[in-house]
């Protein structure tokens, strides 16, 4: 069972950045396909963007964030962080870390963005 934890949300002004961390109690994610979707008040869930285990494999970002939002995976393959920048307020939602291996999928708690004036 993996337990994901993410962190670094909150409130910011249209332009502004954040950088959400997603961990695992030290757990290696080298391995796992990881990605961070969100879910606006009223909408489904969608996915933003995804990283391929062992770096194998092309990212990938939606269109609505790409050339905005950056996906990268800590050195030591504990952490993934999104750096979101240029926020607009079509980007406040609850932002989920996913983490896939094999058949087993796994999400964290979900963590509030919000990008207002």
């Known amino acids: 069972q993996l337990h994901l934890v993410e962190s670094g949300g909150g409130l910011v002004q249209p332009g502004g950045s954040l950088n959400l961390s997603c961990t695992a109690s030290?757990?290696?994610?080298?391995?796992?396909?990881m990605a961070w979707r969100r879910q606006a008040p009223g909408q489904e869930r969608e996915l933003v963007t995804a990283t391929p285990a062992d770096g194998v494999g092309d990212i990938y970002y939606s269109d609505s964030v790409k050339g905005r939002f950056t996906i990268s995976r800590s050195n030591a393959g504990d952490a993934v962080y999104l750096q979101m920048n240029n926020l607009k307020p079509e980007d406040t939602a609850v932002y989920y870390c996913?983490?896939?291996?094999?058949?087993?999928?796994?999400w964290g708690q979900g963590i509030q963005v919000t990008v207002s004036s």
């Open positions: 030290g757990t290696d994610l080298t391995h796992y396909h």
């Open positions: 996913e983490a896939t291996y094999a058949f087993d999928q796994y």
